[in-house]
């Protein structure tokens, strides 16, 4: 069958998307939906409305992990999954995740139109929890599809204010074991992902769509130095023990170190430095930083995580400082699935749409669901590679490019 769209609009999808946008916690243009929020709700129950509409069938898990079926000719075999999701971290933009989300299902509508008969199921899936703004732990629902969380630590999760996963799933009217969210490997045949690109490369290039290659995954961890503080003018230079000279120290190696693998896929960041007591006239006593290492090399992530520990050694003897490191997460790398990638560049060629290969450096969603399922993405540009602010921007002519592309691959594999 021919896949070529004709006369086939993405005006509705675009206006879906910019109704969701609407659904915020905060004034347009920025959009805040914090999961399980009251934003949060409304935002699926509009999402679902239109993948009923569409004559999918609905159905959600334990935690709200949302999956939208459209029946293929054989049931024993396992569906093709496309999505992503639609919460937003405050102050983003409206294009994050729900470009995936709605971009599917809009790939599903294009097949119906064309009367497309699928082999495979596909199935939608919107996943709860991608941003890590309610727990501070990002892609909860597919890490708990996944059983990379489990239950036992899913339930110790607490937010700001010392509230469980447990009382906000159940304010927003999920229940059921969470042992069910955990699906088994093969659960899906293969799973493909849309998605702004998050980087600005696609559009310097003038390309239409990426194939992802590998995601990088970081790990995280959480350093608290602790010296001896005091009097700026009474602690004399040589007895000090100075936690923000330590932690300074700390954040220059871990820079040199990503630097020195030779490898323009490892990098190095200390987002957070927060100095006590914080006085301009007092020596640091305490600092906590966070630190974020990420590759598409596991290994060669961890050898510079174990420089920044070796260097960590060094500068608490010199300096007489106490230095404690608690790692946070350390995620493998991905590395997507090569028929997949095989698909996407196929139909990219098919539709007539320029490309490249490359890396995602964001999580994703894919990057748990490759545990149990083979995995690829496709990236479509975004304006400045700007994202999670109210000035992100895609396109309708990217976005309806990557649906076209999207479209013609979820027919290929549903085959």
């Known amino acids: 069958m021919t896949l070529e769209r004709p006369n086939l609009s993405i005006d509705g999808l675009m206006a879906e998307l910019m109704a969701l946008a609407q659904i915020s916690e905060a004034e347009p243009p920025v959009v805040t939906r914090v999961v399980f929020g009251e934003a949060d709700m409304r935002a699926r129950a509009y999402v679902k409305g239109l993948c ?29 999954g496309t999505g992503s999701h639609i919460d937003a971290i405050p102050n983003a933009g409206l294009y994050d995740g729900c470009v995936g989300v709605l971009g599917g299902l809009e790939a599903i509508r294009v097949l119906k139109k064309l009367g497309f008969k699928p082999r495979r199921s596909i199935e939608l899936v919107i996943f709860t929890a991608e941003e890590p703004t309610r727990f501070g732990i990002g892609c909860l629902g597919s890490r708990m599809m996944a059983n990379v969380l489990t239950p036992e630590q899913a339930l110790a999760l607490r937010d700001k204010e010392g509230r469980g996963l447990e009382e906000w799933r159940a304010q927003a009217g999920f229940a059921g074991p969470l042992e069910s969210v955990a699906v088994p490997n093969g659960r899906f045949y293969q799973f493909v992902e849309l998605h702004i690109e998050q980087g600005p490369y696609l559009e310097q290039e003038g390309l239409d769509v990426g194939l992802v290659t590998h995601i990088a995954a970081p790990a995280s ?129 098919a539709a007539g749409k320029t490309y490249r290969k490359m890396v995602a450096r964001a999580y994703h969603d894919s990057s748990f669901v490759s545990c149990i399922a083979p995995v690829a993405m496709l990236f479509i540009p975004c304006r400045g590679g700007v994202s999670h602010r109210p000035d992100e921007y895609a396109s309708p002519k990217w976005i309806g490019r990557g649906v076209h592309v999207l479209s013609r691959t979820l027919a290929h594999l549903a085959e």
């Open 52 to 80: 009923t509409e569409a004559g999918l069938t609905v159905r959600e898990d334990a935690i709200g992990n949302t999956f939208a079926r459209w029946d293929g000719s054989d049931p024993t075999l396992a569906p093709i």
């Open 221 to 349: 961890q959480r350093i608290v130095i602790e010296g001896e503080g005091g009097h700026a003018g009474g602690k004399l230079m040589p007895g000090r023990k100075d936690a923000l000279a330590a932690a300074a120290e700390l954040i220059l190696a871990l820079e040199s170190a990503a630097k020195s693998t030779g490898a323009i896929d490892t990098v190095g960041t200390v987002g957070i430095c927060d100095v006590f007591p914080g006085a301009v006239n007092s020596v640091p006593s305490r600092v906590l930083i966070t630190t974020d290492v990420r590759d598409i090399d596991g290994a060669r992530r961890d050898r510079v995580l174990a420089a920044l520990a070796d260097t960590g050694n060094d500068v608490s003897a010199r300096r007489g400082v106490k230095i404690t490191t608690e790692l946070i997460n350390a995620d493998p790398p991905t590395t997507c699935d090569p028929a997949i990638l095989a698909a996407l560049e196929e139909s990219a060629v």
